[in-house]
């Protein structure tokens, strides 16, 4: 089965789809098969970045059923083992989705022939973005150095958190847990999945054991992106260290990719950054975060509890 | 999940060993005020105002406890009390004793240990030099020099630090092909000296290095 790295994170323009595309560029060039599926529905815009102006099906034609088989909607690039499942010419968001067409996706995308699959998840939180991060151990999260998108981060990595822990119980018992962590935190801690985790080890022993194998098996990446000369290097490593000290959760740091105006450049020539300006900091941080995703293996989550 | 910050005792707040110089206690309370500052980019919107004033205050807390020799004697006694911690080894150094504090922090072998690697990343992606370097396509000894030298490292801290004898890190620089070692080893010993400068990308770099001196000139 093929690895399945979900990609999302902080705020519109963080560069979750140049990141998503120049990573696709690599694992090919690796000679990885590798596919990109567009799933920032509305605001699709991989297809660009990959040298397929004007996709001739999509993502959109699985959805309406006008194309049966997810595999038949995969378009090639003019990379070599680089493909792409376009969201062009959708005109709907991913939160709109209904259970059966998410259901019906996760499982079609878990039976494609890649090698290495990657999901340009777009920056929301609904439902659905959190469940298609939650079919793999790896996702990855982008963000640039700037509160805004560091704070949607946070706030992406504990919705998926709190959906995880939401799979476990039904209607009720969550209700009951959602009181509960009301009346011992206060305010507002429903919302928080510590909160909701510290009920559960008293109410729920067995789901709390469960529930945290499963938080330890998650190997989630970090990613700043956009780094200027005089922002802080390390902040990616302290990003991870609070998320692991305080959430208790795994995130691995990536890298940093430096800020470089000729990926605006490329962009506009619609040409490959990476074989553009190959010898800028910016590549050779690409490049080695790409090594290392190629490298790595993980495990798939699949479906098991949706 | 791990335990509440305040369940944790103030070597695990500060992220320490239990045996640490004063000189890791200071510099893991700032690296912690980095952290949780109002303000610090990193913990932007994790924390209530609240929650945020609580783990200063417990920073604060630690950091005072723990930089006292005499306050640390007494936290650290209940900490064995309470099987957190083991009684420190005879041997070990007594902390009563400043001498031999101060000899510890101030041993160079010692000192090398303290230039964190943040602090390295962080010059340079600041140095144009270094970074004007580093988007080359090839790399020179003469290159590694340099950015040593813009970091304010000896040759003999790269030595301490990744057991090359000085004399090789020196051909390394010079990118005299004759006088290198074999190049079984020379790509091993160039790996760990760009590690050493706290370079990311060693991999990529190495390679660079070595099309670079291997070709002729
Ligand atoms: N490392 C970078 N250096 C400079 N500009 C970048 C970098 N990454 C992204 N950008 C710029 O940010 C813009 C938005 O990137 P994009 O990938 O479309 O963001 P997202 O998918 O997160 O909304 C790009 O058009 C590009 O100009
Ligand atoms: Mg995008």
Redesign the pocket.
């Known amino acids: 089965m093929a690895h399945v790295w979900p990609i999302g994170g902080?705020?519109?323009?963080?560069?979750?789809?140049?990141?998503t595309s120049s990573l696709g560029r690599l694992s090919a060039e690796l000679g990885k098969k590798t596919l990109i599926i567009d799933l920032?529905l509305g605001?699709a815009?991989l297809h660009t970045?990959v040298g397929v102006p004007d996709p001739q099906k999509g993502f959109s034609d699985f959805i309406r059923k006008k194309i049966p088989l997810l595999e038949d909607t995969v378009v090639e690039t003019p990379s070599a083992n680089l493909f792409l499942i376009s969201g062009a010419h959708d005109n709907f968001d991913i939160a709109n989705l209904s259970y059966e067409q998410k259901i019906r996706t996760l499982r079609a995308i878990a039976k494609l022939d890649f090698d290495r699959i990657l999901l340009?998840l777009?920056?929301g939180t609904s439902f659905n973005t959190l469940d298609f991060f939650l079919i793999s151990q790896n996702g990855i999260f982008?963000t640039t150095p700037e509160p805004t998108s560091v704070e949607n981060v946070y706030r992406l990595i504990r919705s998926i958190y709190f959906r995880r822990i939401r799979y476990c119980f039904n209607v009720t018992e969550f209700k009951e847990l959602e009181v509960e962590a009301d009346r011992q935190f206060g305010d507002g801690s429903f919302n928080r999945p510590d909160s909701l985790m510290k009920v559960i080890s008293r109410t729920h022993p067995e789901k709390y054991t469960q529930l945290n194998i499963e938080f330890d098996a998650f190997r989630f990446k970090l990613i700043i992106?956009?780094v200027r000369k005089h922002d802080n290097a390390a902040l990616g490593l302290q990003m991870c260290r609070m998320m692991d000290k305080h959430l208790g959760l795994n995130m691995e740091f990536l890298g940093n990719?430096?800020?470089?105006?000729h990926?605006?450049d490329a962009?506009c020539q619609q040409v490959s950054f990476l074989e553009r300006y190959p010898y800028t900091k910016?590549a050779t941080d690409l490049r080695e975060i790409g090594k290392q995703i190629v490298e790595s293996a993980g495990r798939q989550l699949t479906l098991r509890y949706m | 999940m791990r335990k509440d910050f305040d369940q944790l005792n103030y070597y695990e707040m500060l992220d320490i060993k239990p045996d640490a110089v004063p000189y890791e206690i200071r510099h893991a309370y700032n690296a912690a005020l980095q952290l949780y500052q109002p303000g610090s980019l990193v913990s932007y919107s994790f924390f209530s105002d609240g929650e945020r004033r609580a783990i200063l205050s417990l920073v604060e807390k630690a950091y005072q406890t723990l930089i006292n020799d005499q306050s640390r004697k007494d936290y650290d006694a209940t900490l064995i009390s309470r099987g957190e911690i083991e009684a420190r080894d005879e041997s070990a150094p007594d902390l009563k004793k400043p001498v031999s504090v101060f000899h510890i922090s101030r041993g160079p072998a010692a000192r090398t240990v303290f230039i964190s690697s943040d602090a390295l990343k962080n010059k340079i992606s600041q140095s144009r030099i270094i970074t004007d370097i580093l988007a080359q396509s090839e790399l020179s000894g003469e290159d590694l020099k340099q950015i040593r030298t813009e970091l304010g490292l000896t040759i003999e801290h790269i030595a301490e630090e990744t057991k090359i004898r000085v004399n090789n890190i020196r051909s390394i620089e010079e990118g005299q092909a004759e006088q290198m070692p074999p190049a079984v080893f020379l790509k091993g010993f160039v790996k760990s000296y760009l590690k050493c400068l706290g370079l990311d990308s060693v991999e990529e770099l190495s390679a660079r290095y070595m099309n670079t001196v291997s070709r002729p000139k």
Not at chain 1, 10 to 18: A, N, R, T, V
């Open positions: 902080g705020k519109g323009g963080s560069g979750k789809s140049f990141i920032d605001a815009n970045l340009d777009g920056a982008i992106n956009q990719v430096a800020y470089d105006e990926v605006h962009i910016t």
